[in-house]
C-alpha cells in the first residue's frame, strides 16, 4: 500500500468537480463529501489510489455507495463515519477483511463516498467503480452485466439501524429489496455491496474512472482559474460532443418510489436560438428529446452544465432561468454491449427506442 | 406617487425625489460612521432644492449596503448561538463547517446539535430532544448569546421542530433574537442554515441600522413610512427588514441596475455600476438582473439566496493608482476621497485624481494634479479601459455588442468606446441610479402553500392567483404583477398527489396616473 500514491486535496478538490459532472445530472452533489475530505485531510488523515491490476485475484475488495434521494442528502448531510460502518459491517457479517474500497458509481458523491471509508479503516482505494457514471438502480452495474453475485448487502442508517440482505436471486431483487428498506430510512442509506474479489475487478470493473473524474474536474477548475471556457477544458481531456446550448424553461419533477422523475425543458440559445430540448430523468439524465426524436439517450453520458462555470447541475438542482450547455460523453464499452443495453439501454428505463450514440 | 428613495452606499449617501415616474431631485451627501447623520445631510440637501415644497410623501425607501459589507468587513457583527436540530445525522458536518474561519471566528458563539427534525416524507426523524434544546439554551444565556440561529432537517416542509425550540429559547434568553431557518429557504440544510446563521449575526446591526434610518426620517420632519428594498428589488416595511436583514442584503447592486433601466427607458443591457471602490457590472433582461445561476457566496459564506448575477472588480472613483508598475485598484480611499486624494490636498493618487487631470471630472482643485501629464492619463485610462472591457465580456452571455448603461459617480471612468460594446449610454441622474433604483421598488405578493387533488398546472395557475391577491393587498397596481419566483416540491407521503408550492409575484406601488417611462 506504500507504493500507491497519496491524493492530495488538489486531486479530491477536482475529483469532486469531475465526478459531479460524471453523475449525469444525479448521484447528488459531492460537495459535502468534499468538505468531510477537507476536515479528514485536516485532521492528518491521507488516501492512496490503487490501480486495480495491482490487486491480488483473491483480495476482498468492498463496494460502497449511498444510496437514496439526492434531495434528502442535500438535508440529512453525509457523516463520514457512517460509510465505513457499511463497510465493517460487511466485514463482521462475511468474516473477511478488506485489501481496499472502491466506488460503485463514480458519479455524483458517490464518487466521493470510498475515500471517506478508506481514510477512516486505512486501506487504499481502488481506482476504478462499476458505472463509469451515475445511475438510479442497482443492476444497472458492471458487475451485473458481468453476471457477478448481487448478495450480500450491507445497509446502514446513522440512527444505528442496520440491515443485512443476505441472498437474492437476482440484481432486479437485490434492487427492490435494498430500495424497500432504504426508503424505509428515510431514502437515505449507506451501502456496501456484494464484495468482489481482486479477479472480479479486474475483469468487470470500469478501470480508471476516479482518475478520469479527476482529470475532468482538474480542467473545469484550471479553466475557471483563467477564465477559459470550461466546456472547451472538458472537451480537451474527454472525447465528448456539445449537443445544445440554451436557458432552462420549464422544470416538473415528482418523487416516485423512491426516484426523483421528470423533465427539463430548455430553450435553445446562439445557434441553437428557435430550438427546444426536453430532457427526461430518473435521478440521473436519461433521454435528451428534440422535436420529438431521442438525440441522446443513456448509455450515452448526458451531462447538463453551467454554459459559464463549467460545473455540472443536476436533476435536482436544475431550475428556471438557469444558462445551460448540454454535453455528451462516451460511455464503458461494457454498457454498448447487447447484454449491456438490456441493463443500461433506453428500454431499461421504459423507452420503446433503439440506442443510437452519439458517438456512432 | 411621490417617493425619496435613498442609496446608503459605503461611500454616498444619495437621495432623490420621485414624483409621477419623474426624478423631481437628486443629490448625494458623503456617508457617515454613523449612517444617521448621512441620511440626514442627503435629506437636508434635498429639502434645500426646494422640490419637496411641502407637499405629503407617500413613502421613504431606502436601500443600503450596510450589512452586506458587515459581513464583508467582519465588523459589527454579533457573536451568536448555533442551534442545529438533526442529530444522529449529519453531525460531522456541524453549523460554520464551511464558513471562512475569519468570519467565523468573529460570528461563532456557542454550537449546539441536538437530535429531532423530519424526513422528506413529513415523518419525525427522530423526536425533538426539548431537554438538550433548553441545555444548550441555557449554555448560550451563560455565554451571554443574545441572537439564536435554529436549523433543522426538513424545516421548509415541517417547521415544528424550529418553532418549539424558539418557545424554549425564548423562555431561557428573553431577550434573544431568534432567527428560524425555515423562514428563509429552501431545500438544502447547510446553505439554508448559513442564511440563518448571516441573519443572526446581523441582529444588532439591522436594529441599530434600521432604528438609526427612522430616526433621521423623523428629525427630517418627515413623515412618511419606511420601506426597506431587498435583493429581489423588492420592498419590505422596516420591520420585517429589521427581523431578516439577509434579504436586504443585495439590494445595492439590484437598485442600481433597476435605476438604469428605468432612467435609460432600456430594459435589456449590460449595466456598469461604478461607485467609489469597486465596479459592478451586471446585466438587466425585461428590466431586472439576471440572476446568478449557482450558490451564491456572501462574504466566503455558500447562500441559496436569489441574488443578481454580478462581476465586482476593484475599480472606483477612489481606487489606488501607482504609476510604476502601472496598477489601479483594488485599494480605494472609498468615503475618504475628499481628504485624502491628491486633488483635496491629499497625497494618495487615485483614479479621481486621474480623471481630473484628463477633464473628465471636475471636482476637488485641478491645479494640484496639474502635474500629471496627458501621456500619463493616458496610461492610465487605458488601464481602466481594459478591466472594464474584460469586466463586460465575462458577464456576457452571448456573443456580439450589447448596450452599456454607465451608471454611479465613478462613471466617468467609462470610455464612449468599448470593444464589444454598440453604445454607451449615460442617462441624467445616472451618479443617483441607485437611489431611483430604491424608490421605485416594488411590492411582492408570495404564497407558500401544500395542494391536494389538482393537477401540477393548476396548482402552479391556483398559487399564482393567490399571490396576486396578496401583492394587490400590499399595495400593488395588478396589470403590472409577473411572477418572478416559483417553485414546487411533490410530497410523496400525501395523499392526493401533494404538492408544496411556492410562488412570488412583484408589481408597481399603485397610482394616480402612471407614464410612459415606468418600470
Redesign the interface.
Known sequence: MKDFPVLSLDDIEALAVGAWILGTGGGGSSYLGLLNMRRLYAEGHRVRLMPPEALEDDDWVAVVSNMGAPLVGQERLTDSRLIPRAVTLMEEHRGVSFKAVMALEIGGGNGVQPLMAAAHLNIPVVDADLMGRAYPEAQMTSAAVGGLRPDPLAIVDCRGIEAIVEKVPTWKWMERVSRKICVEYGSIAATCKAPRTGREVKDWGIPLTTSKAIAIGRAVREAQARHHDPIEAILSVEPGKVLFRGKVTDVERRTTEGFLRGRATISGLDNDRGAQVVLDFQNEWIVAWQDGEALATSPDLICVLDSTAGEAIGTETIRYGQRVTILALPPPAVFTTPKGLEHVGPRAFGYNLPYKSVFA | MRRIGIDVGGTNTDAVLIEDGQVRGAVKAPTTLDVTSGILDALARLTATDVLGGKTLDAVMIGTTHFINAVVQRRWLTKIGALRI?L??????PPF??WPEDLADVVRGTVAMVEG?H???G?A??PLDTGAVRGAAREMRAQGIRSVAISS??SPLDPSHEREAAVIVAEEIPDAAITCSSDLGR????ERENAALLNAALADLARETITAFERAIASSGISAPLYITQNDGTVVEAAQAMRLPVYSFASGATNSMRGAAYLSGIKDAVVADVGGTTTDVGQIRHGFP??A??VVKVGGVRTLFRMPDLLSVGLGGGSHVSLNPLSVGPLSVGYRLTTDAVAFGGDQLTASDIGIAAGLLEIGDGAKVSHIDEPTCRRVLDHIQSMVEESID?MK???GDVVLLAVGGGAFLIPDDLEGVSQVIRVPHGDCANAVGAAIAQVSGEIDQVFRDMT?EDAIATAEHLAAGRAEAAGADRSTLVVID?????I?YLPGNARRVRVRCVGDVVTGERTSNGA
Open positions: 438533526g444522529p445525522a449529519s453531525a460531522t458536518l463547517c464551511d427534525g424526513e422528506y416524507d415523518r426523524f427522530m432537517i426538513f431545500i438544502g440544510l447547510l439576471r440572476e445561476n449557482a465575462r452571455t452571448e456573443a401540477r416559483t417553485e414546487d416540491i411533490p410523496a
